[in-house]
Nanobody, 124 residues
C-alpha cells in the first residue's frame, strides 16, 4: 500500500514557475515508477511526465517538454515536478501516481495508487 500526498500548487502568472512535490508513505517507494498527470475542468485526465524507479529515465508529453522537469529523491520518498514558463493552458489539478510495473507508462489506468491532487492555476 502506498499513500501519496501532493503539494506546491497555487496561482501563478503566465511565465512563472511552480514546484510540485509528492510525498509517498511506506518503505517501498523505490519499487515504483512515478507519474504526474493533470485534469482540467471538462477534460479527461492526461499524462504529463513519468520517471522510472531509479530516476534514470524520464518522459514528457510534448506540450511540456523543455519546460517541466520530473525528478525523485528515493531517500526522501518524494517525487517532484518543476514547472517553468507556465502557460494558462497548464491550468489543471495535478496528480501524482505510482506504478509497480517496469518501464515508462503513460496510461492512467496502469497506475495503482493516486494522490488527491493539487490545483495549479496560471493567469494570463
Amino acid at each position: 500500500q502506498v499513500q501519496l500526498v501532493e503539494s506546491g500548487g497555487g496561482l501563478v502568472q503566465a511565465g512563472g514557475s511552480l514546484r510540485l512535490s509528492c510525498a509517498a508513505s511506506g518503505r517501498t517507494f523505490s519499487r515504483y515508477g512515478m507519474g504526474w498527470f493533470r485534469q482540467a475542468p471538462g477534460k479527461e485526465r492526461e499524462f504529463v511526465a513519468v520517471i522510472t524507479r531509479s530516476g534514470a529515465s524520464t518522459y514528457y508529453r510534448d506540450s511540456v517538454q523543455g519546460r517541466f522537469t520530473i525528478s525523485r529523491d528515493n531517500a526522501k520518498n518524494t517525487v517532484y515536478l518543476q514547472m517553468n514558463s507556465l502557460k494558462p493552458e497548464d491550468t489543471a489539478v495535478y496528480y501524482c501516481a505510482a506504478d509497480s510495473d517496469i518501464g515508462l507508462n503513460l496510461t492512467p489506468g496502469q497506475y495503482e495508487y493516486w494522490g488527491r491532487g493539487t490545483q495549479v492555476t496560471v493567469s494570463s
